[in-house]
């Protein structure tokens, strides 16, 4: 049974630029979250992360309501983004759960880019303890010439769902838009 939908627009304080951060940029247009990576290397650690803090705590206090799993057992993520990326960049999707302190697993997933839009839809199930959620993306631009790379972040869809009825339940709760 489904017990809560959220809707985590694509605007930009939702997504932070991880590892080299000297080689992204990010800026906002038309409401949208774009990632321009600049001067970088084949070696390069291109991360973009939704929700803040490092790779390996929770979320702060401020983004924890829309990282929070409740009382589920599987979580279905999905959503995608638009590229401009080479034809075959290698790209990785962590999907990480947190207890209260600390990371206590990642689901990685690797692709290659084919096209303008990348598209991820990913059912998980979620670890005893698991109480908070973050996505991240890595991407392995060895192309050092092409011109203008950049990502632009689209909608992304958490969905909970429980097996067991929930003890109590807000009717508000159903959907969350951010």
């Known amino acids: 049974?489904?017990?809560?939908?959220?809707?985590?627009?694509?605007?930009?304080?939702?997504?932070?630029?991880?590892?080299?951060?000297?080689?992204?940029?990010?800026?906002?247009?038309?409401?949208?979250?774009k990632i321009s990576f600049r001067d970088y290397?084949?070696?390069?650690?291109?991360?973009?992360?939704?929700?803040?803090?490092?790779?390996?705590?929770?979320?702060?206090?401020?983004?924890?309501?829309?990282?929070?799993?409740?009382d589920a057992n599987r979580l279905l993520v999905e959503g995608s983004f638009e590229a401009n990326l080479p034809i075959g960049t290698r790209i990785e999707v962590y999907y990480m759960q947190y207890n209260k302190t600390k990371r206590i697993v990642t689901l990685k997933k690797r692709h290659s880019w084919k096209s303008d839009t990348f598209s991820f839809r990913e059912e998980i199930e979620l670890e005893d303890g698991a109480q908070f959620f973050k996505l991240a993306f890595k991407f392995f631009l060895t192309d050092l010439s092409f011109a203008e790379p950049h990502i632009i972040m689209n909608d992304v869809w958490l969905s909970l769902f429980a097996d067991e009825p929930l003890v109590e339940k807000d009717e508000e709760d159903d959907e969350h838009v951010i």
């Open 1 to 33: 049974m489904m017990i809560r939908k959220r809707y985590i627009r694509p605007a930009i304080y939702h997504y932070f630029p991880m590892g080299d951060k000297d080689m992204m940029h990010a800026t906002e247009e038309q409401y949208r979250t």
């Open 41 to 70: 290397e084949a070696s390069s650690s291109l991360y973009v992360q939704m929700f803040d803090q490092n790779f390996d705590v929770p979320p702060s206090k401020i983004y924890r309501p829309d990282a929070k799993l409740m």
